[in-house]
């Protein structure tokens, strides 16, 4: 539970966003509320990400309109780790289908840990969805391309189009992590012998790699958050990236499954589709209206952004974003005349 919500008030989620200079005010105040989140440590079990400064700090917002509002660290670059599951899912549903992909990778929460060996087993070797290693691994290894070059090429290409510009690979990163993904590359073994990969393990483990080791800002994030909130029109190019029915069909699975074990909590707080990734990033989605970027080192223990967290809870009352937010379609001194 995020200890604060009660001081913010709460928007229904209707209607359009406030105009341009109060949501600046807004995502200023975000990152004022979000300052008081001073716990946390910095991902260390991948070398590279242990030497990110704890105090960096970046909040943005992109309107569906077109609209950009930042406060902050939104310019300083950091890899993408697994908020690339949910734009890498989005291309792969785009090539698939909705009923083919919920067939080999699923849509349930496994209420393990992202990274779970038990939950293969436990599962007959269903991934069960694509948010967690094993799923995003098996979602990678789905990507058309006859080799896993080719696969990559076609990640980097997707999820620049997402963010309206070109992504570069943070190499230090991918060589980092390369070295340190025993655990993946034992998942996607065990994928392999329940025939949920079909091609070599190894090389859609490399290729998912790459993919998070791809560079973004808090700008990025709340573009290409962005870009799903509009139906899959990215608001900066004006360029369709995938289908309204599979930005409806990624948000479905980002909102039960997008922060891990704590997914559940986020959504009863924060009422967004989102995702975190352990380089610090959190984007979160609210469909019609915009995407948040934030971008904060300091992790808690499930590996989300702890005042990445706070400022999307802050933003999503402020702004009115919750999904979950109503008020009375009659009110309620006009119910007593009638």
């Given at each position: 539970?995020?200890?604060?919500?009660?001081?913010?008030?709460?928007?229904?989620?209707?209607?359009?966003?406030?105009?341009?200079?109060?949501v600046d005010v807004l995502v200023g105040d975000a990152y004022r509320f979000a300052l008081r989140g001073t716990g946390g440590e910095v991902a260390d079990y991948i070398p590279a990400l242990a030497h990110a400064d704890p105090e960096l700090f970046g909040v943005a917002v992109a309107e569906v309109g077109g609209g950009l509002?930042?406060?902050?660290?939104?310019?300083?670059?950091?890899?993408?780790?697994?908020?690339?599951?949910?734009?890498?899912?989005?291309?792969?549903?785009?090539?698939l289908g909705h009923e083919q992909i919920m067939a080999r990778i699923g849509v349930n929460n496994t209420g393990l840990a992202f990274n779970s060996v038990i939950a293969i087993e436990l599962n007959d070797g269903h991934p069960m969805n694509p948010m967690v290693n094993a799923g995003a691994i098996a979602t990678t290894a789905?990507?058309?391309?006859?080799?896993?070059?080719?696969?990559?090429?076609?990640?980097?290409?997707?999820?620049?189009?997402?963010?309206?510009?070109?992504?570069?690979?943070?190499?230090?990163?991918?060589?980092?992590?390369?070295?340190?993904?025993?655990?993946?590359?034992?998942?996607?073994?065990?994928?392999?012998?329940?025939?949920?990969?079909?091609?070599?393990?190894?090389?859609?483990?490399?290729?998912?790699?790459?993919?998070?080791?791809?560079?973004?800002?808090?700008?990025?994030?709340?573009?290409?958050?962005?870009?799903?909130?509009?139906?899959?029109?990215?608001?900066?190019?004006?360029?369709?990236?995938?289908?309204?029915?599979?930005?409806?069909?990624?948000?479905?699975?980002?909102?039960?499954?997008?922060?891990?074990?704590?997914?559940?909590?986020?959504?009863?707080?924060?009422?967004?589709?989102?995702?975190?990734?352990?380089?610090?990033?959190?984007?979160?989605?609210?469909?019609?209206?915009?995407?948040?970027?934030?971008?904060?080192?300091?992790?808690?223990?499930?590996?989300?952004?702890?005042?990445?967290?706070?400022?999307?809870?802050?933003?999503?009352?402020?702004?009115?974003?919750?999904?979950?937010?109503?008020?009375?379609?009659?009110?309620?001194?006009?119910?007593?005349?009638?």
């Amino acid at each position: 539970m995020i200890v604060g919500l009660e001081e913010i008030g709460q928007r229904a989620s209707t209607g359009v966003l406030p105009g341009g200079d109060q949501v600046d005010v807004l995502v200023g105040d975000a990152y004022r509320f979000a300052l008081r989140g001073t716990g946390g440590e910095v991902a260390d079990y991948i070398p590279a990400l242990a030497h990110a400064d704890p105090e960096l700090f970046g909040v943005a917002v992109a309107e569906v309109g077109g609209g950009l509002h930042a406060v902050g660290d939104t310019g300083v670059p950091f890899s993408i780790q697994s908020i690339s599951k949910a734009f890498v899912y989005a291309l792969v549903c785009q090539s698939l289908g909705h009923e083919q992909i919920m067939a080999r990778i699923g849509v349930n929460n496994t209420g393990l840990a992202f990274n779970s060996v038990i939950a293969i087993e436990l599962n007959d070797g269903h991934p069960m969805n694509p948010m967690v290693n094993a799923g995003a691994i098996a979602t990678t290894a789905l990507m058309p391309g006859n080799t896993a070059e080719q696969q990559w090429e076609a990640i980097q290409t997707g999820l620049s189009a997402f963010a309206g510009r070109t992504l570069a690979l943070d190499d230090d990163v991918y060589r980092s992590e390369a070295a340190t993904n025993q655990r993946n590359r034992a998942i996607a073994r065990l994928l392999e012998s329940y025939q949920r990969i079909d091609v070599d393990p190894l090389a859609a483990v490399d290729v998912y790699t790459r993919q998070c080791s791809l560079l973004v800002t808090a700008k990025d994030l709340a573009v290409m958050a962005a870009t799903l909130a509009d139906g899959g029109v990215n608001p900066v190019t004006g360029r369709r990236v995938v289908s309204a029915t599979v930005c409806r069909d990624t948000l479905a699975v980002l909102a039960t499954n997008g922060l891990y074990e704590r997914s559940g909590e986020w959504l009863f707080d924060i009422g967004l589709p989102g995702k975190s990734g352990v380089a610090g990033g959190i984007m979160a989605v609210s469909p019609g209206k915009a995407g948040i970027g934030t971008f904060a080192p300091r992790l808690d223990p499930a590996g989300n952004s702890v005042r990445g967290q706070l400022a999307a809870a802050h933003l999503s009352r402020a702004l009115g974003l919750n999904i979950f937010a109503s008020d009375a379609a009659v009110p309620e001194a006009d119910r007593e005349a009638g």
